[in-house]
């Protein structure tokens, strides 16, 4: 069954400093996609990154970036020099063919303080 | 720019009503969702549609219905609330899976949230 993990329940650092959050996941599928979505006050999750299963290669988007590792089946992600405006819940998320149809299956969440 | 709008921010419902959850989105997307959200749970997947007047069971259906007569909108129907429906309720859209594996169209796009309190 297809599952993904967020051990991390919440995490609160001081601004500037790096922090990183966890994510791993379980398929048998061999093609298959990875999210990060945030999600601030406002309520509304926000897309961040899609990753396939094809590529490893990790990605940097500014103080953003995400380490996919498929031997250990984990798609973390750091954010460096981290700001009071990261402060939110921050998902991940497999997608999975579940009943022949394409799905999202999400992690619990990790809440991210980030204190001035 | 993509838009998904929830009808409500928030709403407060009594035990045994009847509860509609308004979602519209202006992407033309074939594929709508609705989630609910608790703390500890992540997001759990409560039904979802391909097309106009299609609907699929999701992870958690039951106590819930849904209706969609347009593309643009997507209906979750609480027949008769119950206190353990008190959530926050997320509705997504997306295109129609075309070999999405190998096109960038598999993304989720989510509106604001929906929190129902059920007293």
């Known amino acids: 069954a297809q599952k993904v993990t967020q051990a991390q329940t919440e995490i609160s650092v001081v601004e500037k400093e790096d922090v990183t959050l966890d994510c791993v996941y379980e398929?048998?599928?061999?093609?298959?996609?990875l999210f990060w979505y945030k999600q601030p006050p406002s309520g509304e999750l926000v897309f961040l990154i899609r990753?396939?299963?094809?590529?490893?290669q990790n990605e940097i988007s500014g103080r953003y970036s995400w380490n996919f590792q498929k031997s250990t089946s984990s798609f973390n992600f750091t954010i460096t020099a981290s700001q009071v405006v990261d402060s939110a819940v921050y998902f991940c998320?497999?997608?999975?063919?579940?009943?022949?149809?394409?799905?999202?299956?999400f992690g619990q969440g990790t809440r991210l303080t980030i204190n001035p | 720019d993509v838009k998904v709008t929830q009808s409500s921010r928030y709403l407060v419902k009594r035990t045994g009503e009847k509860v509609f959850l308004e979602c519209v989105q202006d992407?033309?997307?074939?594929?709508m969702f609705w989630y609910r959200q608790d703390p500890g749970l992540g997001l759990r997947l409560i039904y979802f549609?391909?097309?106009?007047?299609?609907?699929e069971k999701g992870d958690i259906p039951e106590g819930y219905s849904v209706s969609r007569e347009k593309k643009e909108r997507f209906s979750l129907i609480l027949e008769s609330a119950s206190t353990n429906q008190t959530s926050m309720y997320l509705c997504?859209?997306?295109?129609?899976?075309?070999?999405?594996?190998?096109?960038?169209?598999?993304?989720?796009?989510f509106g604001a949230g929906t929190r129902l309190s059920v007293l």
């Open positions: 990753r396939n299963s094809f590529d490893e």
């Open positions: 549609s391909y097309d106009v007047k299609m609907k």
């Open positions: 997504a859209s997306r295109p129609r899976r075309q070999g999405e594996e190998r096109e960038s169209k598999n993304i989720q796009y």
């Open positions: 398929t048998r599928d061999t093609t298959y996609y």
């Open positions: 992407m033309d997307h074939e594929n």
């Open positions: 998320a497999l997608s999975a063919i579940i009943q022949g149809a394409q799905k999202l299956v």
